[in-house]
């Protein structure tokens, strides 16, 4: 479904990204993991033409992205909650999710209210309060339950567990898996959190310093320990 080919990417005259290879199918969930400075970030943004010069092909279902930014992409299905999340703060939680609305189609039709705050219960009882009074972790769940608000079919996450209590970072990962599940999105998820990435995610991709070192199950993931510990600084 999502194909990202020889992607390379730069900032000024500094060469982050190089010839990236991704390929995820129809309802996949991939994850790529790296620490800071791998270029996790720069790889979303350049997939989404947000940021990096970028050099390479992405596409979706065979079609080639082009330079069209991300935000006018939802009625295509595709959907991204950057690193900074982008809520609206003078608006209120129902308004922000409203505002995700607008990428439904016939096809994929729009999720009602109902069924958003039932999976994501943390905002029911917040749906008057403004997108500034909330805290970190509402905002991180609220950024998620926009982008699902229309419903779809590809959904990219930029670490969406930074910054976040223990408990926000378990009630999300169940929460994400389930509505991939559920609405058959494929997901991308860059991650530091390798216990968030195994909970909501099917295939590992390990970022060293710009390019993959690394991609294969959780199975495959778990007996390379040096994978681990040169590129994740983990045992
Ligand atoms: N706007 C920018 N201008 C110049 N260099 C940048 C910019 N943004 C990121 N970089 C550099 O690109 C490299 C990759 O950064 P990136 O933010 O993609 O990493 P990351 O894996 O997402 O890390 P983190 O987990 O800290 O967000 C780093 O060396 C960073 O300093």
Not at 3 to 28: F, M, P, W
Not at 68 to 83: D, H
Not at 105 to 132: C, D, H, K, N
Request: aromatic share 6%; charged share 25%; proline share 5%.
């Amino acid at each position: 479904m999502l194909k990202v080919d020889r992607l390379n990417a730069y900032y000024g005259q500094s060469h982050i990204l190089h010839d990236i290879e991704l390929e995820i199918c129809t309802g996949r969930r991939t994850t790529v993991l790296g620490r800071n400075g791998a270029g996790k970030s720069t790889l979303l943004k350049s997939i989404t033409n947000s940021g990096p010069r970028a050099e390479g092909s992405v596409s979706v279902d065979g079609v080639p992205l082009g330079r069209k930014p991300w935000y006018r992409r939802a009625r295509e299905g595709l959907a991204f909650v950057p690193e900074d999340r982008r809520i609206f703060t003078h608006i209120t939680v129902e308004e922000n999710i409203e505002l995700g609305r607008f990428g439904a189609t016939s096809e994929r039709p729009v999720i009602p209210a109902e069924q958003i705050y039932e999976w994501f219960p943390m905002l029911g009882p917040l749906r008057e309060r403004l997108g500034g009074q909330l805290s970190g972790g509402q905002q991180q769940m609220l950024a998620v339950a926009r982008a699902v608000a229309a419903h779809p079919r590809l959904l990219l996450l930029d670490e969406p567990t930074e910054g976040l209590a223990p408990v926000i970072v378990e009630e999300l990962a169940e929460i994400v898996a389930q509505i991939c599940t559920e609405m058959n999105i494929t997901l991308l998820l860059v991650e530091q959190n390798i216990w968030f990435s195994r909970q909501t995610t099917d295939h590992v991709y390990v970022l060293g310093t710009g390019s993959i070192a690394f991609s294969g199950d959780w199975a495959e993931f778990d007996a390379d320990e040096t994978i681990r510990n040169r590129h994740l600084a983990i045992a």
